[in-house]
C-alpha cells in the first residue's frame, strides 16, 4: 500500500485552481433539494495531471464543469488564477466525452474554432491550426469532415481544437470512454508520450475517468469519488514515472486498491447477507436509492461466470474486467445489484457469491424468477411497495406516475426515470408485476400464475 | 428521398393551457383590430392605375417574372422574421411564453380569408399606388411561409446539442459567432425542408392574391395569377391552358436551380455523424462545384459569410436587460403588460361581437364550419384510400420511387387554383352538383403531400422487416395490417396532417369557383368567407376567419397533434 498516501502540501508548480466547499445541488419543489456534489475541495497546480475517478452518478463530470465556469456551484467557491471564476475562462480548453465536433466544420475550422472566439488573425489562426494538427498526428486530414472520420480520429481533432488556444489547463471529460479498447489505448500512450516530452502546449491536465486503469496509467494524483451525493472518497498519489507499464506489480497492486476502494461498502446500516424468505415487512427502508442500471441477463451472466471455472464462486474484481474487456464502470454497477439484491458481495476488490447466487446458478429458469423475484422484493423497497400497493388495489392498477414522483423527490428526473426502468424490467422479469407503457400504469400479473 | 422532416408545428402532445388562451385573445384581438381599421376604408378607394391584362401568350414570361420576384420577396422577408423573431422566443423565457402559442394559432388563421383587409390596409398606406396591392400580395404570400419556418427555426435553437452547446460556451465564442456557427448551420436542414414546404404553398397563395375583388374594385397586378382571372372572365380556356404550362416552367425552373441544390447542400448540416449514402449531387450543385468561375464566386462568397459570422459581435439585448434587473420586478411588469393586451384584445373582441354578430349567425357560421369539415375530412378519406395503396407499391420498388417522387414533390407545388377552371368547366357542362363536385378543389394540390410521405415512408421501410415478414409468410389483409400501416404510418400523418390543413385554406377559393358569369357555389364556410369578402361585409369576414381559425387549431391540437406523437413514440424504427 506504499504508493497509496494521502497528500499533503506536496509542493509543486503554480496554484492554477481552488475549489473550496463546492456543493452543487438543484431545487425540487416542495421537497428538500437533491444534492449532486457535497463539500468538494480540489486544488490543481502547474504540472500535474489530476483525475477524477468514480462511478456514474457520482458528480465527477459536474465538478470538471464547475472546474470549466459552465456551471456554477450551488455553494462554494472556485478560483482560476486566484481570481473568482465568472463563466468560462480563457485559459481553459476542454476535450468531449462525445468529440463535440461540429459536423458542418471541417477538421481545420474546427480547430480554429477556438482561436476565432478569441478574435486571432486569420494567417496566425491558419499556423496554429496546423501546428496543433500536425502535433495531434492529424496531418493531411485539414478538410476533411467528421463524418467522415473514425472515432479515434474524431478525437485526435477535439483534443487538436482544445490544444491549439495553448489552455493553461485542459480538461478532459472521459475523453477516451467512446473509444474501442485499442483505439483508447493509442491516444492514451501518444498524449501522455506528449505530455512526457513537453510537447504539449498545456501546464496542467485534469481528467475524468471511470476507467481505474486509465486514472492509474496517466494521472500524478486521483480522487476517488463516492456516490450519493458525491463526494472525495479519498485521494490518491501516484509515483510510477512515465511511461508505465500496466504488467508491473505495483501497478497491478494498485489498481487492485482501488478496485477496493471503490466498492467499500458506505458507512451505513449493513443489510443481511442472506435473504431469509418471508421477512418483507422488515426491508431496509430505502425505497429512495437509485438502483444501478443493470439487466437480469448480466446478472445471470456474472453469477454463471463466477460460479464457472477458473473463478469457483470468488473472482478478482480488475481479473474479471480484463478477461471481459469490461470497464469498472461496467462491471461495478452488475456487482453492485447482485449485493443489492444479496447474490453476492464484494470483498477487498474481489467478488463471491453467496448461497442464494448459488442457488440462482443452479437452478432452472422458473426458479430462477422465483429466486429473482423474492430477492427483489426483500431487498428493493420500491419493488415491494409497488407489489403492495396493485394487490390492494381492487383492479389491480396503479399509475407509474405516483413512484416517479417520489423517486424524483430525492434523485434527478434523469436517475428517477433510469431507476425506474430497472424497477419495470425486474418486476417483468420475477414476473411480479407488468407494465403498461401507453397507460403509464403498473398491472399485476395474472393471479393464478403468481400464486404459490 | 433524403427530405423528408416533420413539419415542424407538430411537437409532442401538450395540449391547450392558459398561454394558449392568452395567445388566442391577442391573435383575435389584432385581426378585429385590423378588420375594424380597414372597414372605415372600405368604400371609396381610389382605383389604381391598373395595368390592363394582356391575354397574349406573349406577355406570360413576363407575368411569370413578376409572380416569382412577389415569391422571392416574401421568402426575403419570411427568412428575415424567422431569423429574429425565433431566437428572441428561444432566448427569452418570457416572451417565448406568449410567442411560441401565438405562432401555432397564427398558423391556423386562413390567410386567404384575410386578403381583403390586408389588401385595403396597404392601399391606405400609398393611396392610389400599385405599390400598395403589391405589399399587400407579398405579405399574403409572407403569412403563409414565415409562421412554419420561425417555429423550425425555435424547435431547432431550442434543441442544439449539449455537447456542441458545451463546446461553443467552453471556447467563448460570443452570441453572434454561436448563431451564426452553431445554431443557424443546426437549423439548416430543418429550416430548408420548411422553406421548400412553405414556397409550395406560397404559389397558391401568390396566385390568389394577384387578383383581390373589394366590394366592386379588383385590384390587378401583373402576375399569372390576374391573367388567369382575367382568363376566366372572358372565358378563355386556352390563355388559361397557357398560364398552366407557364407556371409548370416556373417551379421546374425554381425547383431545379434552387432547391434541388439547397436540400443537398444542406445536408452538410445534417447532425449525424455517420456519412449519408451517396446521394448525387443535382446538376446545379455539380456546375457550381466543377465550374471553375462559378466556383472561386461561390468560394468568395462563402468566405465572406464565414468572416461575418465570425465577427466577435456580442449581441444580448434582452439578456443584459433581463440579467440586470430584478427578474422578480421583470416578471411581474412583463405578465402585467400582458395581461394589460389581453384584457384590451377581450375588450375590442366583446365591443366587436356585441355590435356586429348575433348568436344565431354565429350558430349558423358553425354550422357552415361543419359542412367544410365534413368536406375535408372525405376529402383526406378518399386521397388515403387512393394514395396509400399506391404510395406504398411505389415506395417498395426503390427505381420507381426515384422516378415518382420528384414528381409528387413538384406536383405539390403546382398551385392547384389554376387547375381549377378545368374542373369547373366539367361541372358546369355536365351540370352537377357543386356542394358535391367542388370538394376535389380542396384537396387537388395537397394531395401529394400524402403521397410523397407515403413513398417515403414505404422506402424507409427497414428491409429486414420486409424479408422477416415474407419469411413468415404474411400477406394480404395481415400483412397490411400487422406490417406496412404501421411502418408507414408516421408518414402517413405527416403528409395527412400537412394536406389537412392547406384544404381548409383553400376552401376559401375552392368552395366559390366562377367560369365566365357562372358562379358555382357550395356551402360552407369557405364560401361564407368568399361571399362576405365580395361583399364587402368586414364582419363577416371577421367571423368566418375566427371560426375557421378555431376548427384547425382544434382539428391539430385534437386529432393531428395526439396521432403524431403516438406515431412518433410507438411506431418509429
Not at chain 2, 416552367?249 to 436540400?263: N, S
Amino acid at each position: 500500500m506504499d504508493q497509496i498516501a494521502p497528500v499533503e502540501g506536496k509542493a509543486a508548480g503554480e496554484l492554477l485552481v481552488r475549489v473550496e466547499g463546492c456543493r452543487q445541488s438543484y431545487h425540487k419543489e416542495a421537497s428538500a433539494d437533491v444534492i449532486v456534489l457535497d463539500d468538494v475541495n480540489l486544488s490543481l497546480r502547474q504540472g500535474e495531471i489530476v483525475g477524477l475517478l468514480g462511478r456514474s452518478g457520482s458528480g465527477k463530470s459536474t465538478l470538471l464543469r464547475i472546474v470549466s465556469g459552465l456551471l456554477k456551484p450551488t455553494a462554494g467557491e472556485v478560483r482560476w488564477r486566484g481570481k473568482l471564476l465568472d463563466g468560462p475562462a480563457e485559459g481553459v480548453a476542454m476535450v468531449f466525452q462525445s468529440f463535440a465536433l461540429f459536423p458542418w466544420l471541417t477538421v481545420e475550422e474546427n480547430v480554429e474554432l477556438g482561436l476565432e472566439a478569441q478574435g486571432v488573425a486569420r494567417a496566425e489562426r491558419h499556423s496554429r491550426a496546423e501546428d496543433a494538427i500536425d502535433l495531434i498526428g492529424l496531418g493531411g486530414y485539414e478538410n476533411a469532415y467528421p463524418k467522415e472520420m473514425s472515432g479515434g480520429m474524431r478525437q485526435r481533432v477535439g483534443l487538436a481544437r482544445a490544444l491549439v488556444v495553448h489552455p493553461d489547463l485542459l480538461l478532459m471529460d472521459e475523453p477516451f470512454s467512446a473509444l474501442d479498447v485499442l483505439t483508447a489505448e493509442t491516444l492514451r500512450t501518444d498524449l501522455i508520450e506528449l505530455w512526457s516530452e513537453g510537447r504539449l502546449p498545456v501546464k496542467s491536465i485534469l481528467i475524468v475517468t471511470h476507467n481505474i486503469e486509465e486514472a492509474v496509467l496517466m494521472c500524478d494524483r486521483i480522487l476517488v469519488f463516492s456516490s450519493n451525493p458525491g463526494r472525495v472518497a479519498s485521494e490518491l498519489l501516484v509515483s510510477f514515472p512515465h511511461p508505465r507499464n500496466r504488467l508491473d506489480p505495483a501497478f497491478r497492486q494498485m489498481v487492485d486498491d482501488i478496485y477496493a476502494l471503490m466498492t467499500r461498502r458506505p458507512v451505513e446500516p449493513p443489510k443481511p447477507l442472506v435473504a431469509e424468505r418471508g421477512t418483507v415487512a422488515a426491508a431496509p427502508q430505502r425505497t429512495t436509492e437509485p438502483l444501478p442500471t443493470v439487466s437480469t441477463n448480466l446478472m445471470a451472466g456474472l453469477m454463471e461466470t463466477i460460479a464457472g471455472e477458473p473463478y469457483n464462486g470468488r473472482a478478482d474484481l480488475p481479473a474479471l474486467a480484463n478477461a471481459f474487456q469490461m470497464e469498472a464502470d461496467e462491471l461495478l454497477p452488475i456487482g453492485e445489484a447482485l449485493q443489492l439484491l444479496g447474490f453476492a458481495v464484494f470483498e477487498e476488490g474481489d467478488i463471491g457469491l453467496t448461497d442464494n447466487g448459488r442457488g440462482f446458478v443452479e437452478a432452472e429458469t422458473d426458479e430462477r424468477k422465483e429466486l429473482f423475484a423474492a430477492a427483489a422484493r426483500l431487498h428493493v423497497p420500491l419493488i415491494a411497495q409497488i407489489k403492495q400497493v396493485l394487490e390492494e388495489r381492487w383492479n389491480h392498477r396503479a399509475p407509474a406516475l405516483r413512484f416517479r414522483d417520489e423517486l424524483e423527490d430525492h434523485m434527478s428526473p434523469d436517475y428517477a426515470a433510469a431507476t425506474m426502468r430497472v424497477v419495470i424490467s425486474w418486476g417483468r422479469y420475477g414476473e411480479l408485476f407488468g407494465y403498461d407503457q401507453e397507460a403509464d400504469q403498473f398491472t399485476l400479473e395474472d393471479e393464478d400464475e403468481k400464486e404459490d | 428521398m433524403t427530405i423528408l422532416a416533420p413539419p415542424a408545428f407538430v411537437n409532442g402532445r401538450r395540449m391547450p393551457n392558459l398561454w394558449d388562451g392568452a395567445a388566442i385573445l391577442c391573435v383575435l384581438g389584432v385581426l378585429v383590430l385590423v378588420a375594424h381599421a380597414a372597414q372605415g376604408t372600405l368604400a371609396p378607394l381610389p382605383h389604381p392605375n391598373a395595368t390592363p391584362i394582356h391575354l397574349d401568350p406573349r406577355y406570360l414570361p413576363f407575368y411569370a417574372l413578376r409572380t416569382t420576384m412577389r415569391m422571392f420577396a416574401a421568402l426575403f422577408f419570411s427568412g428575415l422574421f424567422t431569423l429574429t423573431v425565433a431566437p428572441l422566443a428561444a432566448k427569452s423565457r418570457r416572451i417565448g411564453l406568449i410567442l411560441i402559442p401565438a405562432l401555432d394559432i397564427l398558423q391556423s388563421v386562413p390567410i386567404l380569408g384575410f386578403l381583403s383587409f390586408t389588401v385595403l390596409f396597404f392601399m391606405s398606406l400609398f393611396p392610389g399606388r400599385v405599390l400598395g396591392a403589391e405589399l399587400a400580395a407579398i405579405f399574403a404570400i409572407f403569412t403563409s411561409q414565415a409562421w412554419n419556418m420561425a417555429f423550425s427555426f425555435y424547435q431547432s435553437l431550442t434543441t442544439v446539442p449539449r455537447d456542441l452547446d458545451e463546446a461553443s460556451r467552453a471556447f467563448r465564442l460570443t452570441t453572434w459567432q454561436r448563431f451564426w456557427r452553431l445554431e443557424v448551420p443546426f437549423a439548416m436542414p430543418g429550416l430548408v425542408f420548411n422553406t421548400m414546404l412553405s414556397m409550395s404553398g406560397g404559389w397558391f397563395f401568390v396566385v390568389a392574391s394577384e387578383a383581390v375583388t373589394v366590394g366592386n374594385t379588383t385590384f390587378l397586378l401583373p402576375g399569372i395569377g390576374s391573367y388567369v382571372s382575367v382568363a376566366l372572365q372572358q372565358r378563355n380556356l386556352l390563355a388559361v391552358f397557357y398560364a398552366i404550362l407557364a407556371m409548370l416552367a416556373v417551379i421546374l425552373i425554381y425547383d431545379q436551380l434552387l432547391f434541388r441544390p439547397l436540400v443537398a447542400w444542406s445536408a452538410k448540416f445534417r447532425f449525424e455523424m455517420t456519412s449519408g449514402g451517396g446521394v448525387r449531387d443535382p446538376w446545379v450543385l455539380s456546375l457550381v462545384r466543377r465550374t471553375h468561375l462559378l466556383r472561386v464566386m461561390g468560394e468568395a462568397l462563402g468566405d465572406f459569410a464565414a468572416r461575418l459570422g465570425g465577427l466577435r459581435l456580442r449581441v444580448s439585448v434582452f439578456a443584459g436587460l433581463e440579467r440586470r434587473a430584478n427578474p422578480r420586478v421583470v416578471d411581474v411588469l412583463w405578465f402585467g403588460f400582458i395581461g394589460i393586451l389581453v384584457a384590451l384584445a377581450l375588450w375590442r373582441i366583446v365591443a366587436f361581437v356585441a355590435g356586429t354578430i348575433t348568436l344565431s349567425e354565429f350558430g349558423h357560421v358553425v354550422l357552415l364550419g361543419a359542412y367544410t369539415l365534413a368536406r375535408v375530412a372525405a376529402a383526406i378519406v378518399i386521397c388515403t384510400l387512393v394514395w396509400v395503396p399506391i404510395g406504398v407499391w411505389i415506395g417498395l420498388r426503390p427505381r420507381w420511387a426515384q422516378l415518382i417522387q420528384p414528381i409528387a414533390q413538384f406536383l405539390a407545388a403546382f398551385p392547384a387554383n389554376l387547375l381549377f377552371p378545368v374542373i369547373v368547366i366539367v361541372i358546369v357542362r355536365f351540370a352537377l352538383n357543386p356542394n358535391i363536385w367542388l370538394t376535389p378543389l380542396m384537396i387537388l394540390g395537397t394531395q401529394w403531400y400524402i403521397l410523397f410521405n407515403v413513398v417515403a415512408g414505404a422506402s424507409a421501410f427497414p428491409t429486414d422487416l420486409k424479408e422477416a415478414s415474407a419469411n413468415l409468410r404474411v400477406r394480404g389483409l395481415l400483412w397490411w395490417r400487422r406490417v406496412i400501416i404501421p411502418g408507414i404510418f408516421p408518414y402517413y400523418v405527416t403528409g395527412a396532417l400537412t394536406a389537412s390543413g392547406a384544404a381548409w385554406n383553400s376552401s376559401i377559393v375552392a368552395e366559390v369557383a366562377s367560369w365566365g358569369h357562372t358562379t358555382l357555389t357550395a356551402t360552407g364556410l369557405g364560401a361564407y368567407i368568399a361571399e362576405a369578402t365580395t361583399n364587402g361585409n368586414g364582419a363577416g369576414i371577421m367571423l368566418g376567419v375566427c371560426v375557421m381559425t378555431g376548427y384547425v387549431f382544434l382539428l391539430n391540437r385534437v386529432l393531428w397533434r395526439p396521432l403524431h406523437a403516438y406515431a412518433v413514440r410507438r411506431l418509429t424504427f
